[in-house]
């Protein structure tokens, strides 16, 4: 198999919380994701998986050991660095779609682009419309938010996660509001996101059936990695 693109890399990363006394919620993690690849972070409440997406997410920059995103050294960058590269490189999806809800469909996935200013304000629409027609909910683009259901919402969040076309998409409990319906159809879209545009999903997860299924799984106890599962194949995805 040809030698695989690592679109982000971590060594001897950990962290403290000193409330109410010192602990140690990341130990040691080192390990690397690949570019198309769709990876799980799993591991019981308290195992350390949330803490290691904000610091990988670069939101949270206290922590010991280094970090890598398409081989540039993230850690010790300032403030301003880290908000332009996530704005550029990484797209974050949560369990809670924190959308406007005053906001058009539309309007809600232009916003990170129009931050970006990389293109004019007619080309951001056309961009948006693309990702809501990808996500199967063009037709709603118009609608203010609040009148979405559950997972229409949510399709919207990740739309608006894919404008800038990010090298990484960062989820946090993606589907843990959703039925088993929308749960499939989010994760059906995060494996075309993968697969078919090249872009890496790294998702926290509880749900077993959604990681067993991904690429691969990552597996967090007491803040150590225990195991890593199923190894991605671009053959055999």
Do not use: W
């Not at 967090?220 to 671009?234: N, Q, R």
Request: aromatic share 10%; glycine share 8%.
């Amino acid at each position: 198999m040809e030698k695989r693109e690592v679109i982000l890399s971590t060594g001897g990363l950990g962290k403290y919380f000193y409330d109410p006394v010192k602990f140690k919620v990341l130990d040691d993690i080192s390990f690397e994701a690949y570019k198309g690849e769709f990876l799980t972070l799993v591991g019981k409440s308290g195992s350390g998986k949330s803490t290691l997406l904000y610091c990988l997410s670069t939101m949270d920059t206290a922590y010991e050991g280094e970090l890598f995103i398409a081989g540039e050294k993230i850690t010790g960058k300032k403030t301003n660095e880290l908000s332009a590269l996530r704005n550029k490189s990484i797209g974050f999806i949560f369990q809670f779609h924190y959308l406007l809800p005053e906001f058009s469909c539309l309007k809600n996935v232009m916003l990170p682009a129009l931050k970006l200013g990389k293109y004019s304000y007619k080309e951001v629409e056309e961009r948006a419309y693309n990702k809501l027609e990808v996500l199967g909910i063009k037709d709603q683009a118009l609608k203010p938010a609040s009148k979405l259901s559950g997972g229409q919402q949510q399709r919207v969040s990740i739309a608006r996660a894919l404008i800038n076309d990010p090298a990484i998409i960062m989820c946090d409990e993606p589907t843990g509001n959703l039925d088993s319906k929308n749960t499939q159809i989010v994760f059906n879209i995060f494996k075309q996101i993968a697969h078919d545009f090249g872009q890496t999903i790294i998702a926290v997860t509880h749900d077993n059936d959604f990681a067993a299924a991904s690429d691969r799984t990552i597996e967090l106890a007491d803040g150590k990695i225990i195991s890593h599962d199923k190894v991605f194949d671009e053959q055999n995805p």
